[in-house]
């Protein structure tokens, strides 16, 4: 961009600042690619967004160890009237019934996420996506600091914390399109495993971040776990309005669409004539369809493994520091702590799915072989993870990757890949509609995981909840079978 460029009025408002000050100061032209520059810009605003979507959503698995406790094991402070009910613990969340108590709180949210979502894919699709994402990150900072609210204003009612879940559910379906699409804007099909593996790390940076938040306050002000990572959200959805460049024509880079077509005259003839991931803004073709989305090949198979994927990686989400701290002597705050290595192992998983599936070009068949690693890793975990802390350690790395890998990359690059299928003949526009049908898919799943988990444990103990798991693994791999055998033919 030389001096001379006129100022876009597409641009979002922080981006024409920068384009004044660019022409005013002949010094901020020493960067020659401006396009690279916003396409790089693009992928840390996009990445710190969805760290700031999930760093909201783990506080819950974090502050259940401390609304409900066994007030026999914990010395009172000085002061602190014992007969008082809710001295250690918080009304409704006392009873004998605490755990599906808390299994309906999980669930309100990620059933009103998964309902939620594919609508907001259809949204996504026909609105400004800069817009779509601040407003949904300001309401989600607004619901996760509602429910911290409740430690200052002594609310106790089951009914508020259910309406925050529900409307935190729906504030976050957001995330997952918004970010997506704004990727798919920018990147093409190139090394797109791998440039996804290493970006989806910000969904367990996200819980890290989320949990060690949560966990700094838990046993002082748990009301300070769900305030502080609700002003994060809400900052980053600022910084959004004000710098993220959602599509390339925002900004004059029209040549970008052209680099990107470039790269399908490199594949067969039917990628050649398939979609281009990059399409104007303004294109004339339609918006696909909630029918026309499910019929790409692959949506409905990758879709319903993400169901049972996403069941298995949730449960862990928001019931590891719980288990921790059930099965050790661990603390609050140590055992979510401890947790966030499950995550660790998850940026590892997502790397390397994102690498096989560059190299080998198998997404199914990398997925099948991580889920069903996952089976023996899952089952090694329950029986030994209580030995002592470096097995705990090392088994939840293992276990972390292998549940998150397949999870990590059938919600990006195969998420983007079926999203410019070349069955779509050119009509770009089917990104955020596939991407919230397999996300939406997958959160639905979600929602019945830690709620499964929430009344299996209560009855049966955790030995069933992880047997529930390992079976959750094996459907995902079965509905993967025809994906499968369709690879393994092709490898001939």
């Excluded at 490199?266 to 990628?271: H, I, M, Q, V």
């Excluded at 790395?397 to 998420?415: K, Q, W």
């Amino acid at each position: 961009m030389s001096s001379t460029s006129p100022v876009s009025t597409d641009a979002p408002f922080g981006v024409q600042i920068l384009q004044k000050l660019s022409s005013k100061y002949p010094c901020m032209n020493q960067i020659t690619d401006r396009n690279n520059l916003y396409k790089y810009s693009v992928l840390f605003l996009t990445f710190i967004t969805y760290v700031a979507y999930h760093a909201s959503r783990k506080p819950i698995s974090v502050v259940k160890i401390v609304l409900y406790q066994n007030c026999s094991e914990i010395t009172p402070p000085a002061g602190i009237n014992t007969t008082d009910p809710d001295w250690c613990n918080w009304l409704p969340f006392n009873e004998e019934n605490h755990t599906a108590l808390f299994g309906t709180l999980d669930s309100a949210f990620l059933f009103a996420y998964a309902i939620s979502m594919f609508f907001s894919g259809l949204i996504g699709e026909r609105v400004n996506i800069r817009i779509f994402l601040t407003v949904g990150m300001i309401m989600s900072g607004v619901a996760c600091s509602m429910f911290g609210l409740a430690h200052y204003y002594n609310i106790h009612s089951m009914w508020y914390f259910i309406a925050v879940q529900i409307f935190g559910g729906i504030s976050q379906t957001t995330g997952w399109p918004g970010v997506v699409t704004a990727m798919g804007n920018w990147f093409g099909k190139g090394n797109r495993g791998f440039i996804f593996g290493i970006w989806n790390s910000h969904t367990s940076i996200g819980n890290i971040v989320g949990t060690l938040l949560a966990s700094f306050y838990v046993e002082s002000n748990w009301g300070l776990s769900f305030i502080v990572p609700g002003v994060l959200i809400f900052s980053c959805g600022i910084l959004n309005y004000l710098f993220l460049v959602a599509h390339p024509t925002d900004v004059n880079c029209t040549h970008m669409k052209e680099t990107t077509q470039n790269e399908h005259k490199d594949e067969t003839k039917e990628r050649a004539e398939g979609s281009p991931i990059l399409s104007p803004s303004n294109s004339s073709k339609r918006a696909v369809g909630f029918i026309g989305a499910i019929k790409i090949p692959g949506v409905v198979e990758f879709s319903m493994c993400l169901f049972f994927a996403k069941l298995v990686s949730y449960t862990f989400l928001y019931w590891l520091p719980n288990y921790i701290k059930n099965s050790s002597t661990y603390s609050p705050s140590e055992s979510a702590d401890l947790s966030t290595l499950f995550d660790f192992g998850g940026i590892f998983g997502g790397i390397a799915a994102g690498i096989f599936s560059d190299m080998f070009g198998k997404s199914a068949c990398t997925c099948a072989v991580m889920l069903l690693m996952a089976i023996p890793a899952l089952y090694t975990y329950n029986l030994l993870s209580s030995m002592n802390l470096f097995i705990n350690i090392s088994l939840l790395l293992v276990a972390g990757a292998l549940v998150n890998g397949p999870y990590a990359l059938i919600t990006t690059a195969v998420s983007a890949e079926l999203g410019t299928h070349s069955s779509l003949k050119g009509n770009a526009k089917a990104l955020a509609t596939v991407t919230s049908i397999i996300d939406g898919t997958g959160s639905i799943g979600a929602a019945v995981g830690p709620l499964l988990a929430a009344y299996i444990s209560s009855l049966f103990g955790w030995t069933s909840v992880f047997y529930m798991l390992m079976g959750s693994n094996v459907l995902a791999i079965l509905l993967l079978t025809r994906l499968v055998k369709r690879e393994i033919q092709n490898i001939a």
